[in-house]
């Protein structure tokens, strides 16, 4: 057997399963897992115990956060997988290419623009790669709009429309997690909207030049409670006999595996992951709308809200030859450490998608949308052959983000941001500037 790759994982939430499944499982002839870092022993603990019951593999050295030098030096990985909290994505991804490694981050790759540049100085000082993992680009219904696009059904786009809803479910769940305070997670539009702001960059072909962006916290947090008339005296919901009846409770106990990942860490990782939606301290936004030009001379209206009945989003692309619209309801999750496969049935129980072209002189039609199975539409297991087989299939839509993706991607939300604290349209150039299209 040739030498596998080696693989360090550094945060072990339920954003991390996914990869650790995939070197331990499928890939596990051609990757090797070598080694965690986690600020807790809790978690680590349960994932050595995950891949030796599920994949039968042996347990691999733990090491925290103030040992990741030396976890590098002791376990020698070729790849280190980040899947942090996102503003501490820049150090682990900037201290691994120092170190000799190249890496792969969950989206999204940072939170701001300094610590983007950072990246940068380091990507082209070290010479080392960055690949960002946006799954969204692999489903088959976002790759079939790349494809339309490609095909010039609308011509040369001129405007996308472009509305998310989370739902009370999956919406409220980024308010009861260290997402909710903006300096961890950059708010929604940095955090969530990164996996939106990337689709349109990759299917129109272009970055975001001038931003204009509003956003409030209309539904959560305690000020809109009480302007309701509701009141709640738990700061969080497990344990709580009166949050019996609460519609957001989510109770970590009464879930195994949220018991193990969160609960039982929360002695070593201080992190509780059930808080309250309407607590005081939320500092993210729950209702965006942002308007933008991108280089190409497109024009791109988005909203995002986070308490929405249902889950999904419409887009549509208008261009001088025709219109594609999209439509796609499918069902939410909350991020617990599921399986892929687990993931996949959970949102495959509502899911429901609409594509259809309008030619600019012609009859409407519709379009087939593949059928994949796996996580995030089908889009999670393409994602894992790209990122693992040492041959994956040759991709003529180009889905692999670089480390231009991921800045592009997080671009339009840290200008939007801007946009909300000052009230002004923003220049994406002022805030980091991107080389020009090739």
């Known amino acids: 057997m040739s030498q596998r790759k080696r693989y360090a994982v550094v945060g072990t939430g339920g954003r991390s399963v996914m990869f650790i499944d995939a070197i331990a499982g499928e890939y596990s002839k051609v990757a090797e897992l070598v080694g965690f870092c986690d600020l807790s022993q809790t978690r680590m603990a349960y994932y050595n115990r995950y891949i030796g019951e599920k994949h039968h593999q042996a347990p691999v050295p733990n090491f925290s956060p103030q040992q990741f030098d030396q976890m590098v030096k002791e376990t020698k990985p070729d790849v280190v997988i980040v899947t942090s909290m996102d503003s501490t994505h820049h150090q682990y991804i900037i201290r691994a290419m120092e170190l000799g490694c190249d890496a792969i981050s969950e989206k999204p790759m940072t939170t701001d623009a300094p610590k983007a540049r950072a990246i940068f100085d380091t990507i082209a000082k070290t010479g080392r790669k960055l690949r960002v993992t946006f799954n969204y680009r692999y489903a088959p219904s976002s790759t079939k709009v790349r494809e339309l696009i490609m095909q010039g059904v609308v011509g040369r786009p001129l405007i996308v429309d472009f509305s998310w809803v989370l739902d009370t479910r999956h919406g409220a769940d980024y308010f009861r997690r260290w997402h909710r305070q ?6 929604l539009l940095v955090h969530k909207s990164t996996h939106h702001f990337d689709l349109i960059n990759w299917w129109i072909d272009s970055y975001p030049q001038r931003v204009f962006a509003m956003g409030e916290l209309k539904f959560y947090g305690q000020k809109n409670a009480n302007a309701r008339g509701q009141q709640y005296d738990y700061d969080r919901y497990t344990f709580q006999e009166k949050a019996k009846n609460d519609p957001f409770r989510f109770v970590l106990n009464e879930d195994s ?14 992190y509780i992951r059930d808080r309250n939606v309407f607590n005081p301290d939320i500092s993210a936004e729950d209702t965006m709308s942002v308007t933008a030009r991108y280089r190409n001379g497109v024009i791109f209206n988005y909203s995002l809200i986070a308490y929405s009945p249902w889950e999904g989003y419409r887009v549509s692309v208008t261009g001088d030859k025709g219109r594609l619209e999209l439509y796609d309801q499918h069902g939410s999750h909350i991020i617990r450490g599921q399986s892929d ?54 991709d003529p839509f180009l889905r692999a983000a670089s480390h231009l993706d991921g800045a592009a991607s997080i671009l339009m939300g840290i200008s939007a941001n801007e946009s909300i604290r000052t009230g002004l349209p923003v220049d994406c150039d002022e805030l980091l500037k991107l080389p020009e299209k090739k």
Request: avoid cysteine.
């Open 257 to 270: 595996i949220s018991k193990q990942l969160y609960l039982d860490a929360e002695k070593d990782s201080g």
């Open 182 to 187: 903006k300096e961890n997670s950059g708010g």
């Open 341 to 394: 496969a687990e993931l996949a049935a959970e949102q495959a129980s509502v899911e429901h998608q609409e594509l259809r072209v309008f030619p600019m002189f012609g009859k409407p039609y519709d379009v087939t949308i593949p059928k994949a199975e796996g996580g995030h539409g089908g889009g999670d297991p393409i994602l894992l052959q790209q990122l693992f087989s040492p041959n994956p299939p040759a």
